[in-house]
């Protein structure tokens, strides 16, 4: 071998918060499972943060999927933690993302779910926790990612476009996802459609409702 060809060990480049990029990337992304869980009064349960970002704001009680353990499992586990209640997973409602450069990549499975049991509580991650109405929602500092989703569900009416772009730019891209496991409800591929519907078919498929085929586990 010649001389002149030798090998350089190329090192992960420092971030501004002291991990490199190797470690920040072999991290990420987080995968994390949250609920929507509704009272008889039909009041949503919500928890006010209690750390770094988004302190003090309002979020849907979750956190992160531990390895081998269910979508459902981990919304249970953390919803007992953090809310003192016990709950039970009933459907999976939508998959999201965040991608904040360089060091947030988030994805995060939002189920349904009810109250089984428990005490109302507030844990150290969140300082509040309480059932709000539908017509309080509006009022409260939501997360961008929480309100979108509440928007989604049907909760919280949508803000008109022109407001989006600022909404989105707190959190970077923030958009449904479908995982593997889902199935994207599509039309049927063998009627040709109008020109008006084809217009519109792009932009509503990135809205699809997300079915997933596989069942949640006790």
Known sequence: MSNNLRCRQRYPAPLANGLSEGSVSDALPRVGSAVIVRDEANRILLGKRNKDPQRGNWI???GKIKAFESIAEAAIREMEEETGLRIEVQRQFRVYEVINPPSE???IIYS???VRGGSLRAADDVSEVKFVSLDELGELPLTPLVRRV?????YLEKEPLTEHPSALAETGSLFPLALAG???????RNRRRPPSERSHHGRSSQQACLSFDGGVRE
């Open 105 to 107: 990549h988030r994805i």
């Open 60 to 62: 849907l009680p979750g």
């Open 112 to 114: 349904m779910a009810r």
């Open 150 to 154: 509440l928007q989604d569900a049907g």
């Open 182 to 188: 889902a199935v994207r409800r599509r039309r049927l």
